[in-house]
């Protein structure tokens, strides 16, 4: 009877499966065309689970652990279990393979078990409660309907109500794992992760490789929509990423929004757009809300606009772009993409940038800097420091940008300390000066794609007159952008952070430096040197350099927690329960650690605004330039102070 049920079970739910596989795959074509490399993305995709999506994973070794037993049991059991019960090929040695897959299976879905007993806060709850259920039932189910083929027990053995039983346990356990895993359920991860890792929007991100610049618009294209107003106008692929979600929660115990009270959850942002993708409403997620905002208020449809349906708006400007929910992801999705795309749209589309939003738009397109001060003060704060004018000298081997920080009194002592630095070193460099405009950063992750293109351009139309070896400047934004996203618009440089150009000059032996007086001192990682481009460690070797005790944060390293600084968050400013700065000097009063070294002129700005008693904040040029023997410290001029001055428009 057995022989009879199993195939028509496993053939009817393969078959539901492959209906359920085409039924997804015409949702996730609704959105937009990306080329992709098919056939190469299926053949690299292997490699990319068992390497780069568990490299991920591996971090938490209970769950790496229990994944590989599980996933690679079921993956084995499935082909062993149609290879015999479906095809009939009933031999021995597949008997007992199929026996040891189901029981490494089953092993795994007992963690899978335990750890849904209790399951952290994080966790999605609802149909993945029944998860580790139906994983038992599928690997019970086959271990004992195989014994017979494995010669442990006669083939008669059993009656009537053994076979409903077995017929039951496996009708459960190829329903939720097969005809789930294209019609909806936990499952669901699989079928679309597979193929998401095969096809992902940023294949660079693969074997090792770094991608986190933002995707440009194509501003000349009339026909090209200006970001996100609907999950249709997403890329295709960008959908399937939503739709392989696990619900594991890694990106919302990580979200510095999320926990300061702000309207932000990254998993319920991609669980909305999944809802999108189908249609209907949030009622159903069983995972924790945007805080504020009780669940059952949002749902939408494929067509329909994504604000004030699916999400708030205030949701996506609450985003700091840290990055952190990247970082964390399993599945490794795009949250920051998705965000920026579809405040594009409120940009470009709505003029809608909430709060001083508009303000330090317009800022920009009159001034050339966010804070709207006239363009000829940006070189006062170097007055007095005959610094090299590239215009002058056509050729330099640095030229040093200098940002938008040489408006802002507190920054301009890191820039006067690290050109106290490049000095001491003897490095042949230049700065731009009154030609030197904002990169752009603030415009592009407000969503002006439009302001972004129309700076960069015109910094790059700049930057070719003249030759240079490589571009250093003490903020990681500027440095993000000139470095992964001024490429696509035909500007690609060599440049630096000054953190890692201080640590080659040290290297080099081109600083004479004393030992650092001070105390203790913790390091706080910048998203944007840390999480965007993967340097850590020049600066800590930086401050190993100056002999100073470093204490690090227990959040460090990829996974800082943000300074609440960046993707413009200040100034969309967004409130929750409490201040993003406020929750990171916590973590740096763990250490007890008398400074705090920045490398970063946002993270200096946020913590130095946490009130007082608190360590003294120093960016890592201060902190050099304190110990250089070629001079006195006393001899540095005080930095100049900024006018404000009526704006000049260009």
């Known amino acids: ?321 840290c990055r952190a929910c990247v970082e964390e992801c399993p599945m490794m999705i795009e949250h920051v993409d998705a965000i920026v795309d579809m405040r594009r749209h409120l940009t470009l589309e709505k003029g809608a940038t909430p709060n001083k939003g508009a303000e330090v738009l317009d800022n920009l397109i009159a001034t050339d800097n966010p804070g709207g001060f006239a363009p000829g003060g940006r070189m006062n704060w170097a007055a007095d420091l005959n610094l090299q004018l590239l215009s002058e000298v056509k050729v330099t081997e640095v030229l040093f940008w200098v940002g938008d920080g040489a408006f802002d009194m507190r920054n301009q002592r890191t820039l006067r300390s690290f050109v106290k630095v490049l000095k001491a070193s003897g490095v042949d460099f230049a700065v731009l000066g009154l030609e030197e405009r904002d990169s752009g950063d603030v415009a592009r992750r407000l969503g002006d794609e439009a302001t972004f293109q129309q700076l960069a351009k015109r910094n790059i139309q700049t930057l070719a007159k003249y030759k240079f070896q490589r571009i250093v400047t003490c903020d990681p934004h500027s440095f993000h952008v000139l470095k992964n996203e001024y490429g696509a618009l035909g500007g690609d440089y060599q440049v630096q952070h000054h953190s890692t150009y201080i640590a080659e000059l040290i290297a080099a032996k081109k600083l004479n430096l004393g030992q650092h007086k001070g105390g203790s001192v913790t390091y706080h990682d910048p998203c944007y040197l840390g999480r965007y481009n993967g340097e850590y460690e020049a600066p800590r070797e930086v401050l190993k350099a100056l002999g100073i005790e470093v204490r690090e944060m227990q959040r460090s390293g990829f996974r800082s927690r943000c300074c609440g600084g960046g993707g413009g968050a200040p100034i969309t400013d967004i409130p929750g329960k409490q201040r993003i700065p406020d929750m990171r000097m916590d973590d740096i009063r763990e250490t007890e650690a008398e400074l705090v070294a920045v490398g970063c002129p946002q993270c200096t700005a946020m913590l130095e605004g946490v009130v007082e008693p608190r360590p003294q904040i120093k960016d890592l040029a201060e902190l050099v330039a304190d110990v250089l023997i070629e001079e006195d410290a006393s001899t540095v001029p005080k930095p100049q102070t900024a006018k404000r001055e009526p704006a000049e428009v260009h």
């Not at 115990?253 to 309207?263: D, E, L, S, V, W």
């Not at 757009?273 to 995972?287: E, K, P, R």
């Open 1 to 321: 009877m057995l022989n009879t049920l199993l195939p028509i079970l496993l053939f009817a739910a393969l078959g539901l499966a492959v209906l359920g596989a085409l039924r997804r795959v015409r949702m996730w074509r609704r959105g937009r065309p990306s080329k992709v490399n098919l056939i190469g993305g299926l053949l690299a995709m292997p490699r990319r689970y068992l390497v780069d999506l568990h490299h991920v994973v591996e971090r938490d070794k209970y769950m790496s652990k229990t994944h590989v037993a599980t996933a690679g049991g079921f993956v084995l059991s499935a082909v062993l279990a149609i290879l015999v019960h479906g095809f009939g090929l009933q031999s021995k040695i597949l008997g007992y393979a199929l026996l040891i897959a189901t029981v490494i299976m089953f092993t795994g879905a007992i963690f899978v078990f335990k750890r849904r007993l209790n399951p952290p806060s994080r966790l999605s709850k609802g149909p993945w409660m029944r998860l580790p259920k139906s994983l038992l039932a599928f690997a019970v189910s086959f271990f004992i309907a195989t014994l017979p083929v494995a010669g442990i027990l006669p083939a008669n053995t059993g009656g009537w109500v053994m076979v409903a039983i077995l017929g039951l346990g496996v009708l459960w356990g190829v329903s939720e794992l097969f005809f789930g895993m294209t019609w909806g359920g936990p499952m669901k991860h699989a079928f679309a992760g597979a193929l998401h890792l095969a096809w992902h929007r940023r294949a660079e991100r693969f074997g090792g490789g770094r991608s986190t610049g933002l995707k440009p618009l194509d501003l000349e294209d009339p026909n090209a929509p200006l970001g996100v107003e609907k999950p249709v106008d997403f890329t295709w692929n960008q959908l399937l990423g939503f739709d392989a979600c696990v619900q594991c929660g890694k990106c919302e115990a990580m979200c510095p929004a999320f926990a300061a009270g702000q309207p932000l959850n990254p998993k319920k942002l991609i669980q909305d757009m999944v809802i999108g993708l189908a249609g209907g409403t949030d009622a159903q997620f069983a995972g924790s809300p945007y805080p504020g905002k009780p669940i059952g208020e949002h749902g939408g449809n494929p067509h329909q606009p994504i604000v004030n349906g699916l999400v708030d708006a205030e949701t996506l400007w609450s985003c700091t772009t």
